[in-house]
């Protein structure tokens, strides 16, 4: 065999890199993915009593402290319509607060990923790429988790559950590829930056208090809302709400605008990632 018909190393971490963009690296480390995720969601509860049922009972105990302070104390409504009870308020309260849970899941530990793992990074030839995956993994397992008491409470105070619990599916795409892009972003910063663990925990107290979780986009004053609006889980959140609570079909140019949003910081934290990546080994 002639020796220019053997790819380069070049042509080899192209390759390498167009599979990313379509996914296909994930696809072939599947089953490595596959065991980390269950591993990390049973080593989460491994020792406790109940185990895996923490991860319902949880959400239950939330959804019951939401209706007593929201939606009874404060009284607060998504709607102005008087047919919205205080048990509305507080499903579509949790509604939200399980899609914002889900990004907070991932982004809190991302800065540590690679700390907290410096055995693979040193010691074993590992496909670093996919530690976020696999936390996007084992949050998406109990956001999953977590919507049972929703569609139950669903169930309960109306009889049935909406047909816009569906629309949970796409509007959950573009906050998937967003939160994985966040996760590559933190996790090689992380890295270099050793305060970044601590800075982003008020970040995450300020995202969720403008991520329209307490209150509706309209009761946003104008002079605000462009700013509010410029925060993506805002729209999501408010998407996944009205789909949920009204069986209200998001605008497809919000979700596009979504969609486009999750794609380039999906892009940008893997190029930032792999850019990184030669650099762990010294610095750690």
Not at 1 to 13: E, N
Not at 176 to 194: D, E, H, K, M, Y
Not at 239 to 268: E, H, Q, T
């Amino acid at each position: 065999m002639k020796t220019d018909t053997l790819p380069t190393s070049r042509t080899r971490q192209q390759r390498r890199d167009s599979r990313w963009l379509t996914f296909g690296f994930m696809l072939s480390h599947r089953g490595l993915i596959s065991q980390l995720a269950r591993r990390e969601i049973s080593g989460r509860y491994r020792g406790t009593y109940l185990g895996i049922f923490w991860s319902l009972i949880n959400p239950l105990i939330m959804l019951a402290v939401y209706t007593l302070v929201f939606g009874t104390i404060f009284n607060g409504r998504f709607t102005q319509s008087g047919k919205e009870t205080a048990i509305d308020f507080a499903l579509g309260l949790f509604c939200g607060m399980n899609l914002f849970n889900f990004f907070v899941e991932v982004v809190s530990r991302s800065p540590s990923l690679i700390l907290s793992n410096p055995n693979f990074v040193k010691k074993v030839v590992f496909p670093l790429e996919i530690l976020p995956v696999v936390a996007v993994l084992a949050a998406l397992f109990h956001l999953a988790i977590a919507t049972i008491p929703l569609i139950l409470g669903l169930l309960i105070v109306h009889g049935s559950v909406p047909w816009g619990a569906l629309l949970l599916v796409p509007i959950v795409v573009p906050l998937i590829l967003a939160t994985l892009g966040t996760s590559w972003l933190l996790a090689a910063l992380g890295v270099f930056v050793r305060d970044l663990q601590a800075a982003v925990t008020p970040a995450i107290t300020i995202l969720m208090f403008l991520s329209c979780i307490f209150y509706p986009l309209t009761a946003v004053p104008q002079t605000l809302r462009p700013f509010i609006e410029l925060n993506p889980m805002a729209d999501l959140i408010q998407s996944g709400r009205d789909a949920v609570m009204l069986n209200a079909i998001p605008d497809w140019k919000v979700w596009i605008g979504l969609f486009g949003s999750g794609i380039i910081l999906y892009g940008l934290g893997l190029w930032v990632f792999r850019s990184c990546r030669s650099a762990f080994a010294d610095t750690i």
